[in-house]
Structure formats: structure tokens, C-alpha cells
């Protein structure tokens, strides 16, 4: 029959308009346009993650079975939302100031950015949501197959196997193109938060709309719906009090640990105000989407066959009443939370797994020396792409293996009790100062391994996993081990039974081995900043990076933030610091501010250990453990405020310096150019007088004797003019008494005719030039003529001065905001840090002078550059002589 085409054509259709909303939403979001993206109103839909295929589908199947019990998954979340100011909030300013990452990064950088606790948690929570992702790859399959029997087709998608592997590969590749194409430095993902909001949409529309043809159409009103329920089982379920509490109390933890929970709510969040909105919105939206589980419930047990699936009737009921549009409505509602859940879980799985586990292996097979000289940046979004993939593997072979048979619910109990393992380790490290990394540790493996007995093993069923006689007679045969019946209390309830020991020892060994242990410095530290994070938002010293080489730091942040990023973050440093040019001082403050940049892309221990391998020496100074020890507020703010009086001292002291020092040089400068202007015009005069007193007096002179003093004479003269010529370029440039001729013209033609000119001559000696011509197609409005005379000096500088054995001169032209930046990189042995100050004054020659010019270039294309209202100025870090020509916006008249 049609359905089952029409079925994937819609589906084909859905997650291409997906595509097309998170690639518009990116762009907008580059283009600057992006505000609404970030409204609380698509924060509070992107939680809606929270509702996966298990609430979509599950919620009903749960009612089914156990009555108003699947209230308390809504319950947990709701007080964890309306109770924001207590912790979320927390949560929230911790991962801002601290660039946290992922809920692995928050409890290794509280615990003195500690990699082994990010791959404990890291594993754990790989292990924690593989089921999860399986339950959403068998329920996508589940509701296709409604769709096969309905339809009786079974030939063309009886290979559920098959559907699922697809439904995987698609996700994979969606969250790889959203969620890896560039390493933003706060991990934020506009289009993939935007494509999920959509889904939230869409999944709470298609329930409703069902709810709604339920209680209206089938039923008939709302009267008859009560009646109903009130005469069905549901409406007599026994509420068990244990059970509801230690269920909201799961679901509430789960909702602050799950990885994609932390992922959407604290990582994506760009502002602490959107917890105001989404603290009644959500709550609003979970009871919404709860508002008709009951009377589908009631109705599918009512009307369907003996023995249907209860988990589908949301599907199954439109099909059974011949609302096949309906259905369809209701198939893309429960694929919306399948795949929304899925693409955000290994969207944050990916960042934690590539951070910790990846990365530091990768650092530490190459060593430091790579990572000045490899492309970090790369290295880390492969590693992010594969993660992406092996976790939506992982979930796939959990599908294929598990045999998709438990229902729906019990999975997703099982994984909400594995993450919540986080809960005490997390709140401990927000809240109280003591909690140290050890304890962190044992924390953590006392829960998971109670977790993985007690529940994780049991929930494949007897002598899957766990032996039946493990289950009666307890490990060894020691019966106070059963695993539904630790230290002999029986009669719980074996998922309340599960939960209470799992947490409850996991928080009491990490409590006391807290308090057994004492924390490095480091983690008091970080202690300090996460448990007092509203008292000091601002940074601890945690570098003294006097060894510090800026230039070093440049090229590593290059090769992790990225070129531009990179250059911007080190230019606005150099500026606020009052230094010139685009490497600041490595002062602590930089070090911090550049950790933390750095740790969006590579997360804090990774980027804490980069740094310091390249500052080297002790990454916590003495000033840190007396910060430590300056406990109280009033400590704080004290040397908070004379720090930063100091700290302005020291910046207008630095200035002052920088002042002095180039007057001086200035000073030295102008005296010596007098002496340089008579010397440069003498040597060419002596020669003419000389040689032109030859021929004047001497008769007997052979005709090619006169033939060659005469072109003597007359190089000498072009010389002395190009001299001259230059000087009074210069001195009408710097009395500015020029007039620009304003010209319009391609980008691309003055750059050939500058390269044809200074290529032109002097032997062509086999300077490479290389363009990427794309990007130069830009209509300027400028000077063109003087723009030229810039490129030209600079080409020749590269052609005169390049000391490279096959020398090569790089064109890149940038567009960054309005500006055009055009850098010349050759691949020479570069300008040394102190001669870079002072190659933009007027005589100034440094190195070897081969080519002997009078070192006004430079110089004059300073000039030239202020009128034209852009600038040039020397680029370091980039391996040979670097120049950077920026045209301010005004003279680009349109990207082509
Ligand atoms: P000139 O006009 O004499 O070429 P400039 O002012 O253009 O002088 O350059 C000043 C000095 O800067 C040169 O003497 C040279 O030592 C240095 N310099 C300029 N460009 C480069 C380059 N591409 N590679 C190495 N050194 C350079």
C-alpha cells in the first residue's frame, strides 16, 4: 500500500525542512541576526528534550500499566524548575564563568580539573544513555512497523534492523553537520537548539491533536471521558508512597544530570534570565503534554484488542479508527522526540568523550612539540565527529543486541538511575567546600557499581546478564548481597530498592572520604570559585607566566580557536594591557582569560594542561594559596580592589614605558636621519660630480668610456631622484596635504598590477606567489593608485628580504565584519619581536641589509594606509614576515 512510501516521504520531507530551519538559524546567527534565537522562549522549548520518545510514547504505555505513576517523571523536573534560585541558577553561573563544557567538564574542573574524574564520568554517562539512545532507535522502529502491519506490506520493511541502522545513520550525520562545523568557544549550537525547538512544537501539536480526537471524537466529550476512567483500573491504581517519592526524586536528579539535560540548560544558555521564563513555561509544557495521557490510556485498553501494545497506542488508536493522517501526525510527533533526544545526547556525549578521553590521549602521544606545530583545531573536530558516530553506534548495537524487548518505561528508569549517580558528586562540589576529588571518586564508583548490580544487570532478565542464583542466594551465596535485597531489607521494591542504595552509599562515601582526604590546592581553589561563585565572579590568579612566550601561546590558539578568534582575543588583551601590536604580556589575568577560551574548545583540564605545558612551572603560585586562605568576603573584596588598583598601576606604569622608550628611539631616530638624508644624497652626488668632471676635462675618452660614465651619471641621478622622491612623498603624506584620488576598482586588479610591478625588473628571482583569488573579488573604493604603492613595497620587501632557499609570499585576503584584511605572509625567518617596533620608521633597516634601500617603505605605506583610513602593521606568529593591510569598511563597496 501507499502508507508506508507516503510514510518516509514524509519523513524525508520533515528532516529536510529540519536542515533547512538549523542552517537558516546558523546563518542568521553569523550574520549577526540572531537575536530571537536566543529568546527564553526557545530556551524553554530546547528542555523539552527532556520529553523523549519514552514521554511521547511511553507516558500512555506507562499509564497503562501503572496508573497516575507516570505523573512523578513530570513532577521531578517541575521542582527542579520551580526551584531554580536554589540550584539551577548555580548551575547556570558556574558554567558561564567557568566555560564549562559538559556536565563531565563541571565536576573535573571543580575537582582541580581533574582528567581521570572527567573519564569516570565521562564512561559512566556513555553507559548511562547507549540504552537510552537504543530506546529511541527501537520506538522510531516500533512506530514504523505499526505503520508495515497496517499497511501488510512487510516485504519492504519487514528488516526493522535495517530501519533502525538508517534512522541512526541519518541522525549521526545531522548532528555532525550541525553540531561540528566549526568549535564555537562556548559550545553553542544555534542550529541545532533551534531545530529541536521546532520539534517541541511539533511533538506536543501531535499529542494533542490525538488527546483531542480522543476525548472529542471517539469518546465523546469531556463527561463521558471521566466516566470512563473513573470506570476503568486506572482510576483505582494504588499510589504507592515509596515508590512516588523515590521516583521524583529520580526524575529530578536525572533532569539536572543527564548529559543532554546539562547540555541544553546550562551549556546552550546565554542568559541566567531565560530560568526566570522557562521556570513556569516548562512546567506548563510537561503538563500540557501530560494533560491526555490518561484518556488515551483508558481508551486504547477500552477499544483495542486484548494484548496490544500499550506504549503504541498513541499511534495505534488514530490507525484503529482509520485517522491515518492522524497517525502520521502522531508518527512524526514520536520521531520528533526520538530524534531530538538522540542528536542532543550525542551532540554532549561527543564534546565529553573528544575533551577527556580523546584529546588528552592525542596530547599525549605528540607531545607539546606538536601542538605548536599540528593543527589541533582539526584534530579536535574529527575527534568530535567520530565520537558523534561511535555514540549513535554504541546505541545501535545496544538496540540490535538488547532485542528491543523490555518496555519502554523500565529503560528509561534503568538510565535515569545510572546518570543520577552524578547528583551528589554535583551538588557536593556546588555547594560545599570540603568535597574533595577523592571523594568525588569513591563517590561515584560506590553508585555506579551499586547502580550496575542492583539494576543495571537484573534489567536484561534473569540469566540474560545476571544468573538466577546470583538473584536468590546474593554474590558468593552470600545473601546479604542478593541484589534486590542488600544487607538482607527485603520487600522494597527492586527499582526503589535500587535507587536508595545506589545513592545513599555513593553520597556517604563520598562525604566521608571528603572528609578523610584534604584537597590540593588546585581544588580548594576551584572549590572556592564554584561554591562562592556569586561573591567573585571574577578569576583567581592561577598562572604566573613570566616565562610565558606570547608568541607561542599565539600559535597554539591559533591552531584551537582558530585564526581569527584567536588574533581578536590577543589583540583586545594587547589593547586593554596598553601594548601595541597583537602580543599582550602573559600576564595571570591573560593566562586565565586564554584558559578559559581555550577550554570551550578543548574543555578546562585539557586546555589547563596545554597552557601549561607551554608556560611551564607551577600552575599555582603562592599568591593562589593565599587567595585560598583569604577566606572570609571581606578578605576577598579587600585584595580584590587593591589588585586591581595595582593592576592599573602597573598597566599605566607599562605605557608610560612603552612611551618613553619609543621617544627615546624617535629622538635617536631624528638625529640620526639628518645625518642619513646628507649621507644618502652625498654618495649619489660624489659619484656625478666625480664622473662628470672625468668627461668635462679628460679629451682623449673612447666613445664607449663615455657612453658608460654617462649611464653612471645617469643611474646615479635616477637614484637621487627616487630618493627625493621619496622623501617629499613622505613629508607631503605626514603634513597631510594629500589629495586622494578616489577610484573604484576590483580588489583582484590592483593586487596583479602591484605584483606585475614589483615583480617587474630586478630578475624576477623566483618569488612564489600564492592567491586565492576567490576571496579578492571585492569592488574598493579608494585611493587605488596609493593602495597600490602599499602592495608593491610589500612584495618587494618579501622579494628583497625573504631569506627562504625557495621563497614564497602568501596572499590572504579575509573579510572580517565590514573590514578587508589582507596579509602577506612569506616564508622567511621573519622580523625579530624588538625590530618589529620600530621597521615603521623612517630609515630604518634591521637584519642584514642585502638590498640596501633607505628604509622609507615601510614607512610611507604607514602613511598612506592612516589616509586611507585603514592600517598596516606587522602580523607575528605566522612563521616568516608577516604584514597586515586592514581597509576599513568604507572602502569596500560590496562583497561580490
Ligand atoms: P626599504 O624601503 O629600504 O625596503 P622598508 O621600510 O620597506 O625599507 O623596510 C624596513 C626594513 O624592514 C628592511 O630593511 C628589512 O630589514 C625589514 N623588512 C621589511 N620587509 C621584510 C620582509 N618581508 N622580510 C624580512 N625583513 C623585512
Sequence with gaps: MATMNILVAVCLVYVTFLFAVAFGAERAARQGQGGWLRSPLVYTLSLSIYCTAWTFYGAVGYAARSGMEYLTIYIGPTLVMIGWWWCLRKLVRIGRTQRVTSIADLISSRYGKSNLLAIGVTVLAVIGTTPYIALQLQSVTLSFSVFADASESNGALADMDSTALLVAMGLALFTILFGTRNLDVNERHHGVVIAIAVEAIVKLFALLCVGAFVVWGVVGGVDEMMARIDASEIGHWQMRGDRWASLIFLSAAAFLCLPRMFQVMVVENDDEGHLRTASWAFPAYLMVMSLFVVPIAVTGLDLLPEGSNPDLFVLTLPLAMGKEGLAMLSFIGGFSSATSMVIVAALALSTMVSNHIVMPIWLSLTGSGAMVSGDVRNVVIMARRFSIAGVVVLGYLYFRFSGGGAALASIGLVSFAGVAQFLPVLLGGVFWRGATRVGAFTGLSVGFVVWVYCLLLPSFGPDVLMPTQIMQEGLFGWSWLRPQALFGIEGIDPMVHAILWSISLNGLSFVLASMLGFPTPLERLQGAQFVNVYEHSSTPQSWSGNAAQSEDLMIMSQRILGAREAQALFESEARRQGVSGYLPDTTPDFLQALERALSGSVGTATAHAMIGQIVGGASVSVED????????????????????????????????????????????????????????????????????????????????????????????????????????????????????????????????????????????????????????????????????????????????????????????????????????????????????????????????????????????????????????????????????????????????
Design 625 to 896: 594559596l593565599l587567595a585560598v586562605a583569604d577566606e572570609t568576603a571581606q578578605m576577598m573584596e579587600y585584595s580584590n580592589r587593591l589588585e586591581a588598583k595595582s593592576e592599573e598601576q602597573a598597566r599605566t606604569a607599562r605605557q608610560l614605558r612603552q612611551a618613553n622608550e619609543k621617544l627615546q628611539q624617535i629622538s635617536v631616530q631624528k638625529d640620526a636621519f639628518l645625518s642619513q638624508v646628507s649621507h644618502e644624497l652625498r654618495t649619489p652626488m660624489t659619484s656625478i660630480r666625480a664622473f662628470s668632471e672625468i668627461l668635462r676635462d679628460s679629451e682623449k675618452l673612447s666613445e664607449t668610456e663615455q657612453v658608460k660614465y654617462a649611464s653612471i651619471i645617469h643611474d646615479e641621478a635616477l637614484r637621487l631622484t627616487r630618493l627625493l622622491d621619496d622623501l617629499l612623498d613622505l613629508s607631503v603624506l605626514e603634513n597631510g596635504q594629500v589629495n586622494l584620488n578616489i577610484q573604484q576598482g576590483q580588489l583582484s586588479r590592483v593586487l596583479d598590477h602591484a605584483i606585475a610591478s614589483a615583480l617587474t625588473g630586478s630578475g624576477q628571482e623566483g618569488l612564489k606567489i600564492s592567491r586565492d583569488t576567490a576571496q579578492e573579488t571585492v569592488l574598493l573604493s579608494t585611493d587605488l593608485d596609493r593602495l597600490s604603492q602599499v602592495f608593491i613595497n610589500l612584495i618587494s620587501n618579501a622579494r628583497k628580504y625573504c631569506d627562504a632557499e625557495v621563497p614564497e609570499l602568501v596572499l590572504r585576503v579575509t573579510h572580517r565584519d565590514d573590514t578587508i584584511l589582507i596579509d602577506f605572509i612569506d616564508n622567511g625567518s621573519g622580523i625579530s619581536k624588538n625590530d618589529q617596533a620600530v621597521i615603521f620608521e623612517k630609515f630604518a633597516r634591521v637584519g642584514a641589509m642585502r638590498a640596501g634601500g633607505a628604509g622609507l617603505g615601510l614607512a610611507i605605506c604607514r602613511e598612506i594606509m592612516a589616509r586611507l583610513g585603514g592600517s598596516v602593521s606587522y602580523l607575528p606568529g605566522q612563521g616568516g614576515a608577516a604584514f597586515r593591510v586592514i581597509l576599513p569598511a568604507s572602502s569596500a563597496m560590496a562583497a561580490q
